[in-house]
C-alpha cells in the first residue's frame, strides 16, 4: 500500500508538472505569435480601408501628387508633412521615389536633399524596427530562408546595408530584410545613409530642375524643366549603376578566396 501511495503520488507530481509545462509554453506563444498576428491583422484592415477609400473617390497616385505639391508649397508646415509622410509611408507603401523628388521640386536643391536624407533615413529606421518585432526570436533558425544572408550580414553589417541601398534594390525591402535578420542599427543606418546618397542627389536633383509655377499650369512639358539640371541629374543616376557594378565585381572577388578555402 505504501509503495502504491508513493506512485500515485509520483503520477500526480508528474501530471501537474506536465500541466504547468503545457500552460507556460501556451503563453509563450501566445505572447510572441498572438500579438504579433494580431498586429498584422491590424495593418493589413488598415491598408485595406485606406485603399478602399482611395478607390472609393477615385485617387489616384497622380491627384495625391497634385494635391499634396498645392499644399505643402503654400503652406508653413510643408516640411514637417513632408517628413511625416516619409515616417509613415513604409506602413502604407507610398512610394520614397516621389516624396524624394518632391523634395527637390518644393524645397529646391540644397535642403531638398537635407530633407530627402532625413526622411529617408527616418523611413528606414521605422521599416527595419517593424521587421525585428516580427523577428524578435533569439534562434538563427527564425530566418531559415535567409541563412546565406545572414552570415554576411551579421560578418559586414555595413557593408551588406551600403551594397542593398547601393544597388537600387527595392527600398521597403531591404529595410525590412534588415530588420528580419536582426542586422545591426548603427551599421545599418550608415549603410544605409551612404548607399542610398548618390540617388538621392539624383532625384531631388531631378526635382530642382522642374520649375513648379510652370508644372502647375501646363503640367509635364518641356518648357518646365531646366535642361542643365537634368543632364547632370542624369548623369550622377549612370555614374551610380556604373559603380554598382564594380561593387558587386570588388566584393565578388573578395569573397572568392573565402569560399576557395571552405
Known sequence: PHR??????????YTSCMKAHMRKQLRTFGTRYG??????????????ITYHQLNTIRASLGTI???????????????LLHIAIFTFRPLFFFPALVLTILAGLLFGLASGIVLAMIGTLVSA????????????????EAVASMRSW????????????FLMHFSFL???????????????????ILGTGLGNLPSIVSFVTIGAS?????????GFTLRAFNLGYFAFALLIFVVSVSLTELTRKHLARAQQPQKDTL
Open 4 to 13: 502504491a501511495r508513493l506512485v500515485r503520488s509520483s503520477d500526480k507530481s
Open 35 to 48: 500579438v504579433r498576428s494580431f498586429i498584422i491583422f491590424l495593418w493589413l484592415t488598415l491598408l485595406v
Open 65 to 79: 501628387v497634385v494635391e499634396l505639391i498645392e499644399f505643402m508649397s503654400t503652406n508653413p508646415w510643408g516640411i
Open 125 to 140: 529606421s521605422v521599416a527595419y524596427w517593424v521587421g525585428r518585432f516580427f523577428n524578435r526570436a533569439s534562434e538563427p
Open 150 to 161: 545572414r552570415k554576411l550580414i551579421q560578418a559586414q553589417p555595413f557593408e551588406a546595408a
Open 170 to 188: 527595392p527600398f521597403d525591402a531591404a529595410n525590412y530584410f534588415s530588420g528580419l535578420t536582426r542586422m545591426r542599427f548603427v551599421p545599418f
Open 210 to 218: 522642374i520649375d513648379l509655377n510652370v508644372f502647375m499650369k501646363d
